[in-house]
């Protein structure tokens, strides 16, 4: 049975995690699958009249599901948005907002509840990004007690962080489904020998999703079986 919902966490930041979520919708979707996604929190995100909005993780995930831009649907998909492009604890300081991640969490939930097929959860930044004053992305993940989709990038350093991120999540029993080799721009080395080194240890299926490539049949299989 498919799990009810799927957390895309980061090895670290601005390395592809909406792309490779993107990707992965739209696949689910070609396949007739019931799949909705969300990224409840954002940081660097225009307001929707600006044209920059366009170019947000938001607007990138509603594209994906193939729903227009609108106030209702930016807000059912991120409801807590920042404009400055910082981590959310440090973006909501600067914006005089607080965010608790018990809402953050009963959010989730309830979205989890509601949707008829799978849900993916777009985290945001790094796994041990701080998402409050308190909390970071890992304990968002665990309070949520549900499986890891881990995207890293094939810059130079990848593999570490990479590594390091499965480490961690294996440390706290969070279950991977799978790591995803989001290809970087002007990586030295190719993204698919990144993807073999960081498979020779991960202990998890190693996907490598290149930039311009549908996402890989394997990856969609890994999610939903």
Do not use: N
Request: charged letters at 20%; a negative charge; proline letters at 8%.
């Amino acid at each position: 049975m498919p799990p009810r919902a799927v957390f895309v966490a980061g090895a670290g930041t601005e390395i592809g995690k909406t792309y490779v979520t993107a990707a992965l919708t739209r696949r689910l979707r070609e396949r007739g699958l019931p799949v909705e996604t969300v990224k409840p929190l954002a940081s660097g995100v225009p307001p929707l009249h600006d044209p920059g909005f366009a170019e947000s993780d938001t607007a990138r995930l509603l594209d994906a599901q193939d729903i227009a831009l609108d106030a209702e649907a930016v807000e059912t998909c991120s409801p807590w948005r920042f404009s400055a492009p910082l981590s959310p604890d440090q973006a909501a300081i600067l914006e005089g907002r607080s965010l608790d991640l018990a809402d953050l969490v009963e959010w989730c939930r309830a979205r989890i509840a509601g949707t008829p097929g799978t849900l993916l959860i777009e985290g945001v930044g790094g796994l041990m990004s701080p998402v409050t004053a308190t909390a970071t992305g890992l304990d968002w993940l665990r309070a949520l007690d549900i499986p890891a989709l881990l995207v890293s990038g094939s810059y130079l350093g990848a593999i570490s962080h990479a590594l390091t991120a499965c480490e961690t999540l294996r440390r706290y029993s969070v279950p991977l489904r799978a790591v995803v080799v989001s290809e970087s721009p002007g990586a030295p080395a190719p993204a698919g020998t990144v993807a073999a080194s960081i498979a020779r240890h991960a202990g998890a299926p190693v996907v490598c999703l290149r930039r311009g490539e549908a996402c890989p049949g394997s990856l969609a299989d890994l999610i939903v079986t």
